[in-house]
């Protein structure tokens, strides 16, 4: 009986990143319990603002959180990982701070609704993720090769939106999205994860997308025999992992009203991928979780935040992260599995014959 | 079927871009051509002008000053990473250019290729930064002296008088001559004074992001600063950012003295109005040094000294006019 329980738990995919998110909790309570203090202050505009570590997390997690959405989609639907998101990013971005700058690099005023320059970013983040989608779906090049074309040019093509030039916008307004919005003390970067999840909540609820998507994961073949078109499945994830990144671009964007191309979300994409595989998704495609995977995203800002909490240099960081990927790929490899299995048999034999 | 229509679109298309390497390549040799005509053939590597408005001033300098009007014939080739540099430069000699201007990405590694381009004739000139190699494997080097930039940064930082300096210093990539110099003269500094600490010391990668996020976490962790040192620009920004999120002041006359480098316009516009305290100059501005150099050694004469440092200033916000801004601002 309590065996069973034991292995729901063990197959749940949350189990992974609520496990690893236990542990950070657990590391950062004993080495200094004021971790989890959250205080609230006032920013210098003189609006309330919740700050500590935990606000922190939420607040730059978010980008990652909104990618990790998309990525899983894109993960499960091809049995491959986007490369390009940082680049396009970087795109949307820049196409956001055209259209409010006017091509103007220091405009007194923005010389366009942010709602129009946002949907112009999502159309650009679209049409980054249709083009991906494309060389996917239709001429079956795989996904690391074909998002390899925006990785290598994506953040020339964005300097190119704006010649070279880094604008920046003039008005406070646009800084609320990656910031506060008055009166607020939340970060507004919060309530975005907030809508995206709904969002998507509501897709996955109302429409077969996830089974859809998950069919083609498992089979393509078999799928297809079933009605279901394999194609038109995996170049829609790759069109709304463009969506994503518009989101994730505003953010980005916003959180300095300015870019600066060449290091806009930077290894992002690594980042991003190993939410998916945090998540306990399999990176080959077929079943998967959004919520493990949106968790796994904030355990890797968790993580991120407690490393530089401890002093540890910021480019060493990638190796930390490293370590984690060791752990996850050495779990899932299917030779450890086996092995925990008849180890858990074994220990189960030698319990019932002491009985 | 499908699969062979593919496969000839495929084809296709990679016979047109053959086609269009080869057009490029006769263009390439007709410039050749042209250049015994008296155009000076130079290869320029540099970083990646997106990297910073430093560089992306620094790029435009030098496009506007090696042009065939000037009587150049300028390559460029682009990277933030050594060894990619170094694979444009043997490129670079193998196409037997004149001249190979330099900003290298890191100071080691250079030695080998430079002999390579010594014993091809192939004269090297440095710009913005030095690497670690023996002087006589290049002819001359323009030069910010990035740890004479820092002393004066710290020196002005010592004038402001405060009694006791909790400094957070965000650095840039380790390793290049910008940080190594502007981290120096602080390092120095604070391991002579009792009265200077460091707070916190990490690198941000010239990325505002990061030293955003850095700056928060030492917030967060509810200790007490009155100084960011940032090695540039941006990362004065990110810093500011996290200030302005957590309502700390800063600025002439406020809680924290915010000190930058590189001399954006727009960070001396935050100097002008009083929100960052102190940017120190780095002069992106080398291409007429440059072209000076190569002028004279066409001519046959000698240099009278093989590093040239340029004049760089260090700006304060009580001082600084719109002038400056305007002069200065890159």
């Known amino acids: 009986m309590n065996d069973n329980k034991f292995k729901k738990l063990m197959s749940n995919q949350l189990f992974i990143p609520v496990i690893a998110l236990v542990v950070l909790a657990l590391i950062n309570l004993i080495n200094d319990p004021s971790f989890f203090k959250v205080t609230l202050g006032t920013n210098n505009a003189g609006n309330p603002v919740l700050s500590g570590y935990l606000i922190t997390i939420l607040d730059y997690g978010s980008e990652l959180g909104i990618l990790a959405i998309g990525m899983t989609l894109v993960t499960a639907a091809s049995g491959g990982q986007d490369i390009s998101v940082g680049a396009t990013i970087a795109i949307a971005g820049s196409a956001m701070l055209r259209v409010l700058c006017g091509g103007n690099s220091r405009p007194e005023t923005i010389q366009a609704p942010i709602i129009v320059a946002f949907l112009v970013a999502c159309l650009v983040g679209m049409l980054c993720g249709a083009f991906n989608g494309l060389l996917v779906s239709i001429f079956k090049i795989q996904p690391m090769i074909a998002t390899l074309i925006l990785f290598t040019a994506g953040r020339s093509i964005a300097a190119w939106i704006n010649n070279n030039e880094l604008p920046i916008v003039p008005d406070p307004k646009f800084s609320y999205f990656g910031g506060f919005i008055p009166g607020i003390p939340i970060p507004t970067t919060v309530f975005i994860v907030a809508i995206c999840i709904v969002i998507i909540a509501l897709v996955l609820k109302f429409t077969n997308l996830g089974l859809y998507t998950q069919a083609v994961g498992i089979n393509e073949n078999s799928s297809r025999l079933n009605g279901i078109n394999p194609t038109f499945i995996k170049f829609l994830s790759f069109v709304i992992l463009g969506l994503c990144v518009a989101v994730a671009a505003l953010i980005k964007v916003s959180r300095l009203s300015t870019i600066n191309y060449s290091v806009i979300a930077k290894d992002i994409e690594m980042d991003a991928i190993l939410a998916v595989a945090l998540g306990g998704n399999a990176l080959s495609g077929g079943k998967f979780n959004i919520w493990a995977s949106i968790l796994g995203a904030y355990v890797i800002q968790f993580l991120t935040t407690t490393l530089y909490k401890f002093n540890v240099q910021s480019d060493a960081l990638a190796a930390y992260k490293a370590v984690v990927v060791i752990v996850l790929v050495i779990f899932s490899a299917p030779k450890v599995r086996e092995y925990m299995k008849d180890a858990r048999k074994k220990i189960i034999k030698v319990q019932k014959e002491a009985a | ?330």
């Not at chain 2, 170094?86 to 250079?110: C, E, H, K, P, R």
């Not at chain 2, 001359?140 to 405060?162: F, P, R, Y």
């Open chain 2, 1 to 330: 079927m499908k699969k062979k229509v593919l496969a000839t679109i495929i084809a296709s298309v990679m016979a047109l871009g053959l086609m269009a390497c080869g057009s490029s390549a006769q263009a390439a040799k007709n410039t050749t051509d042209s250049g015994s005509d008296g155009l000076i053939k130079v290869g320029i590597i540099n970083n990646d002008p997106n990297e910073s408005g430093y560089r992306t001033a620094n790029d435009a300098d030098l496009k506007a000053k090696f042009t065939e009007a000037n009587g150049y014939d300028a390559s460029f080739a682009y990277s933030l990473k050594n060894d990619e540099q170094i694979q444009y430069a043997q490129n670079f000699i193998q196409d037997d250019v004149d001249y190979l201007l330099l900003s290298a990405a890191d100071t080691a590694g250079w030695d080998s290729v430079l002999q390579d381009a010594k014993t091809a004739g192939v004269k090297v000139i440095l710009f913005d930064r030095t690497i670690d190699a023996d002087s006589s494997l290049y002819e001359a080097s323009i030069v910010s002296d990035m740890a004479k930039e820092g002393q004066t940064a710290v020196d002005w930082l010592a004038g402001q008088g405060l009694s006791e300096y909790n400094v957070i210093h965000i650095q840039g990539v380790m390793g290049s001559a910008a940080q190594q110099g502007r981290s120096g003269a602080l390092d120095t500094k604070v391991a002579a004074e009792s009265n200077w600490n460091i707070v916190k010391q990490q690198t941000a990668e010239w990325n505002a992001e990061k030293a955003q996020q850095i700056v928060q976490s030492v917030i967060d962790a509810g200790t007490s600063f009155n100084v960011i040192y940032a090695e540039n620009d941006d990362m004065a920004k990110g810093a500011v950012a996290a200030l302005d999120a957590a309502g700390i002041s800063h600025g002439v006359g406020k809680d924290v003295i915010v000190m930058g480098f590189d001399c954006n316009k727009w960070a001396l516009e935050e100097l002008l109005a009083q929100n960052w305290n102190y940017d120190g100059q780095c002069n992106p501005f080398q291409a007429s040094y440059i072209d000076d150099i190569i002028k004279t050694l066409e001519s046959g004469g000698t240099l009278s000294q093989k590093t040239i440092i340029m004049d760089e200033k260090g700006f304060d916000a009580t001082t600084i006019t719109q002038e400056d801004v305007d002069n200065y601002g890159i």
